[in-house]
C-alpha cells in the first residue's frame, strides 16, 4: 500500500492525505482520524524519506564535540551517548557525533546551522559563559544543552543538580567531624564545575570554617591531572582530612595517587568523587555522588530536544535531576 493507492481508497487527494499522516493543522481533526485509521487497517508505512523531505527535516540529531583522550574511556559519557541512540533508533532517527579541535568548535556550530546538516544539536560541557549556546539561541536553532549556562534568554537544558550534589558530600564530610577539606575541579570555565566550587566555598562559609587557598585545586579533567592534584595536596605541610574530587575522570587519578603514595584512603583521607568509579578501580569502593540512570538521562534529551523541534517552548524544556551520595568504603572520622 502506498501513498496513491490509499488516496484512491479514501476518495481523497495525495496531498490532503499526506497532511493528514504528518500532522498538518490545516487537516480537520475527522478527517485526520478517517486517514489515520484507514493507514492502520491495510497496512500503510510511510516512506521515510519522502517524509523528512516533506516536512524539511533530515531525521538527525548531532553533538559537535571536542573529543579528548580520555572521553574515549569514560563511561559515563559512552553510557549517555548509548541512551540517545537507543531513543532515535525507535523513532527511525540517527544521531551523529562530530569530534572537533577546540578552536574549530563554533565555526562547526556556524557550519551545521548554516547547512540544516541536523534537526537539533544538544551541546554539552555547558560553559559559564558559552558562545556555542548564544550563537544558536541567535540563530533560533533548535538545540538542547546539557549543562546549564549564565546566557539569560530561555533555553532547553538538562542537568544534575550542582549544588544538591556537594551540599550531600559536604554535609556528609562535616558530620564525620573533617574541618580542613580540599576540593580538585574540573576548569572553573565549565559551568558544571564552577557551580560546585561555588557550593563547597558556600557549605565551609556556612560551617563557619575558614577557606585555605592551598586545598583547592582547579583545571583538573584527567587522570594525570588528578593525579597531580592529589600529589599536591598530600605535599601540603598541614595536609587536608578530607578531599572531594568534582570529576571521575579526575578521580580515578586522585584515589591512585593516594595508593601510591600508600595513604589508608579512609583513615588518614576521606575521599569523595563525583560520578561512577566501579570500573576503573578494581577492589577500592569508592565513595560517589552518582549521576544516576546516564542511559535514561541520554535518552530523556533526546525526548527533549524532538518537543523542541516540534514547537514546545524552551522555557518549558528544563530539567533538574538529583544526585545520590553512594558510601562506599573511602569515609571516615579524620585521623586524631
Not at 20 to 47: I, M, W
Not at 80 to 97: F, P, R, T
Not at 247 to 254: D, I, K, Q, R, T
Not at 271 to 299: C, F, H, K, N, Y
Request: aromatic share 6%; charged share 20%; glycine share 8%.
Amino acid at each position: 500500500m502506498n501513498l496513491e493507492r490509499l488516496a484512491n481508497l479514501l476518495g481523497m487527494s495525495k496531498t490532503t492525505v499526506s497532511r493528514a499522516l504528518n500532522g498538518y493543522p490545516e487537516v480537520s481533526e475527522r478527517t485526520r482520524e478517517r486517514v489515520l485509521q484507514a493507514a492502520r487497517d491495510n497496512g500503510y508505512q510511510a516512506n521515510p524519506m519522502a517524509r523528512s523531505l516533506a516536512l524539511g527535516r533530515s531525521n538527525v540529531f548531532g553533538i559537535i564535540y571536542p573529543l579528548q583522550p580520555a572521553d574515549l574511556g569514560d563511561a559515563m559519557f559512552l553510557d549517555v551517548v548509548a541512551g540517545m541512540s537507543a531513543a532515535l533508533e525507535q523513532e527511525g532517527k540517527s544521531l551523529i557525533i562530530a569530534p572537533v579541535s577546540q578552536a574549530a568548535e563554533l565555526a562547526t556550530y556556524q557550519q551545521f546551522v548554516r547547512g540544516r546538516r541536523v534537526d537539533g544539536l544538544i551541546v554539552s560541557r555547558t560553559q559559564v559563559q558559552d558562545e556555542r549556546i548564544a550563537f544558536l539561541s541567535k540563530a533560533r536553532f533548535p538545540f538542547i544543552a546539557h549543562g546549564r549556562t549564565e546566557h539569560h534568554a530561555p533555553y532547553a537544558w538538562f542537568d544534575y543538580d550542582n549544588a544538591a550534589g556537594i551540599g550531600l558530600a559536604m554535609q556528609r564530610l562535616l558530620g564525620l567531624g573533617h574541618r580542613r577539606l580540599g576540593l580538585i575541579s574540573a576548569p572553573l570555565l565549565l559551568n558544571f564545575a564552577r557551580q560546585r566550587k561555588d557550593a563547597f566555598v558556600a557549605a565551609m562559609a556556612d560551617a563557619g570554617l575558614a577557606l585555605d587557598t592551598r586545598y583547592l585545586i582547579a583545571d583538573t579533567l584527567d587522570r594525570r591531572s588528578g593525579y597531580q592534584a592529589m600529589q599536591q595536596l598530600l605535599a601540603c605541610q598541614s595536609r587536608p582530612t578530607a578531599v572531594i574530587v568534582d570529576n571521575h575522570l579526575s578521580g580515578v587519578g586522585a584515589v591512585r595517587a593516594l595508593l601510591d603514595a600508600g595513604v589508608r584512603i579512609g583513615e588518614e583521607i576521606s575521599v569523595i568523587v563525583w560520578g561512577r568509579m566501579e570500573d576503573t578501580l578494581a577492589g577500592i569502593a569508592v565513595s560517589t555522588i552518582d549521576q544516576p540512570d546516564a542511559a535514561r538521562a541520554g535518552a530523556r534529551m533526546v525526548q527533549m530536544l524532538q518537543a523542541l523541534v516540534e514547537g514546545t517552548p524552551a522555557a518549558s524544556l528544563q530539567e533538574l535531576w538529583q544526585p545520590a551520595l553512594i558510601e562506599g568504603a573511602t569515609l571516615g572520622p579524620p585521623a586524631s
